[in-house]
């Protein structure tokens, strides 16, 4: 799994996330989690990275970040604070299963529609969000 926290973490800060994991009943043997990359928002990195998936979080993350800037373009001269809290906590919440062969998934591009995803979530201003998805979906191309 791939987790992002919002903004991210500063270099020794602490983030809590339940994480569930399914087991089989039969097996007694309890699940270990580990960590095997950490990017912190002041670019440092943590951890062996033996899995290869820095490269694909940098990715999710310049694309995700590239949409929020759109996000900021479009609603210039316009208080987009409701907007950007709700992309911040809808990102944080995101999981990505991953598998241990690269796919050929475009981690850029999943980025670019975790914004989007997380303005169609939105409830409070709905529909100004679900337009402003709209117009990032028609900017996405041009990366």
């Known amino acids: 799994m791939v987790f992002?926290?919002?903004?991210?973490?500063?270099?020794?800060?602490?983030h809590n996330m339940a994480v569930s994991v399914r087991t089989d009943p039969e097996n007694t043997v309890k699940p270990v989690i580990s960590l095997d990359y950490v990017l912190f928002v002041d670019g440092k990195t943590w951890g062996a990275d033996s899995l290869g998936r820095s490269?694909?979080?940098?990715?999710?993350i310049n694309g995700h970040d590239l949409a929020v800037?759109?996000?900021?373009e479009l609603r210039v001269d316009k208080d987009?604070?409701?907007?950007?809290?709700?992309?911040?906590?809808?990102?944080?919440?995101?999981?990505?299963?991953?598998?241990?062969?690269?796919d050929g998934t475009?981690?850029?591009?999943?980025?670019?529609?975790?914004?989007?995803?997380g303005l169609r979530?939105?409830?409070?201003?709905?529909?100004?969000a679900k337009e402003l998805a709209r117009k990032l979906e028609l900017m996405e191309s041009s990366h």
């Open 4 to 14: 992002l926290t919002g903004k991210g973490l500063a270099s020794g800060q602490v």
């Open 55 to 60: 490269k694909e979080i940098k990715a999710f």
């Open 69 to 72: 800037k759109r996000l900021k």
């Open 80 to 102: 987009s604070t409701d907007f950007i809290q709700a992309i911040e906590l809808g990102s944080a919440s995101y999981g990505a299963q991953v598998s241990n062969s690269y």
């Open 106 to 117: 475009d981690f850029y591009a999943k980025g670019y529609e975790a914004v989007i995803k």
């Open 121 to 128: 979530r939105m409830l409070k201003r709905a529909d100004e």
